[in-house]
């Protein structure tokens, strides 16, 4: 059973036809979509649901959601919908412009959380200082994007950024327990799509001094020789040591010589699923049977049934963003 709270204490969940909890890799915050009769006669409402309002969510008495309402849609009939954001909208909601000097990506986050007033829970640390990072009139969420793809192309480590309670939280890879999803157990529908259009089966990275760059070629002669020559192609700074260039080659192709799937499945609700999640599905007629991890979730509650829609790859990525020479300070030499 659910139960959904206005300001904490007004219980609302009387009046709610359904509720869907969603989220999904491309951005940081998760949504919670509403539908209700905010009506007893059909004349009058029940009560005024203002923006800006706090707002939450439980399922079986383990909370799932803590967020603000940014929208609100009333019909004649007394139907309504709200739409609430966690706190994790605001870093796409705001804009500035920072320098960044000797700082790791989970510095940065903190810096950002503490001056835009969102609260935070466990911060992972992201390890990579970033030398230098100048980034004007970006999104808050684009400047910890860019500072999580720094860290990434040098380390290959993933983190991704979801929340908590009401709190903004980074997690060190895409890690934790598998939860299983099974024919005739709890998956009820599946499709899965493959294609090769984005694999590259070499990477080419140039980089250091100008006239004297370091040029590295790294192949995967296996997929090379059953998909032929597919090329990614990278331009590092005059700052990059040829042990930086082999490094980043490597890790170039090991991140662009996947096949890419997308498995969507509709299953029972987990309450503990979430982007990045890890899950194991076994389903005969697409042949999933294997690891994949969460990239789009969607929670839905109604009439007493809970059940997940989930979008699911085999690797977990953060969206693609360029980090230009000019934010990394290039012109500062």
């Known amino acids: 059973m659910i139960k959904v709270l206005l300001h904490g204490t007004t219980d609302i969940t009387p009046l709610v036809e359904s509720a869907t909890v969603s989220g ?30 706090r707002i939450s969510l439980r399922y079986n008495n383990a909370l799932k959601f803590v967020g603000i309402v940014f929208a609100t849609d009333i019909s004649s009939d007394g139907t309504m919908s709200i739409t609430a954001y ?23 986050i903190r810096l950002i959380a503490k001056d835009f007033g969102i609260e935070t829970g466990e911060i992972a640390d992201t390890g990579y200082v970033i030398p230098y990072l100048r980034l004007a009139d970006n999104t808050l969420f684009d400047m910890i994007l860019k ?8 380390t290959g480590r993933r983190f991704f950024i979801s929340n908590d309670g009401g709190k903004l939280v980074l997690k060190g890879g895409a890690d934790g327990q598998r939860y299983v999803f099974k024919d005739g157990i709890n998956l009820i529908s599946a499709s899965y799509s493959r294609s090769i259009e984005d694999t590259k089966t070499q990477a ?20 090379r020789q059953k998909y032929g020559v597919l090329q990614a192609l990278e331009i590092m700074d005059e700052k990059a040591t040829a042990s ?19 498995l969507n499945i509709d299953v029972l609700g987990v309450l503990e699923v979430d982007v990045g999640t890890p899950v ?54």
């Open 24 to 53: 999904d890799s491309t951005k940081f915050h998760r949504q919670l979509t509403l539908n209700l009769t905010n009506t007893n006669d059909g004349r009058k409402q029940v009560l005024t649901i203002d923006e800006g309002s």
């Open 86 to 108: 966690d706190s994790n909208i605001y870093l796409a909601k705001s804009n500035d412009s920072r320098i960044f000097v000797n700082k790791k990506a989970s510095d940065i």
């Open 147 to 154: 500072a999580l793809t720094l860290t990434r192309k040098q």
């Open 204 to 223: 080419k990275v140039i980089g250091g001094e100008k006239g004297k760059e370091t040029v590295v070629v790294v192949k995967d002669d296996a997929i």
């Open 244 to 262: 930086q260039v082999k490094q980043r080659a490597q890790t170039l192709l090991k991140e662009q010589s996947q096949v890419r799937e997308q």
């Open 280 to 333: 194991y599905v076994q389903n005969e007629m697409t042949r999933t049977n294997g690891a994949y991890y969460v990239t789009s979730v969607s929670h839905e509650f109604s009439s007493d049934v809970y059940t997940m829609s989930l979008e699911l790859t085999r690797t977990y990525e953060l969206p693609d963003i360029d980090v230009s020479d000019d934010e990394l300070g290039k012109e500062a030499k």
